[in-house]
């Protein structure tokens, strides 16, 4: 999912960007059964659930990767990224992609 929405992050003014990770966060934690974010707590055996804003923090970082290579495509006109909304994002949710 990440994936499918990372050109559309970029393009994204930065006011909006944060919806972007709360839907991935919130369609991974919808799935049947639910998609966790975890990590290692200090026992080696055991995984914490990293709560709601972390979460979403590494979400935007994930979408981010790859950014200067994105620029640099939609800056040549190599990809054309039309206007990004929030109806992106909804259409994204609700088709769980």
């Known amino acids: 999912m990440v994936s499918a929405l990372r050109n559309e992050y970029v393009a994204t ?8 990770a709360r839907a991935v966060v919130k369609h991974i934690r919808s799935l049947d ?27 935007s970082q994930a979408l981010r990767e790859g950014k200067p290579g994105i620029d640099r ?9 039309e206007e990004v909304s929030l109806l992106v994002v909804s259409i994204y949710t609700v088709f769980g992609l």
Do not use: H, M
């Not at 990590?39 to 972390?54: H, M, P, Q, T, W």
């Not at 495509?73 to 990224?81: D, Q």
């Open 13 to 20: 003014p930065k006011p909006d960007k944060p919806y972007f």
């Open 33 to 59: 059964p639910p998609g966790r974010f975890l990590k290692r707590a200090s026992d080696k055996d055991l995984f914490i659930n990293v709560g709601e804003k972390l979460a979403c923090l590494k979400t």
């Open 73 to 81: 495509k939609i800056k040549s006109g190599e990809l054309i990224i």
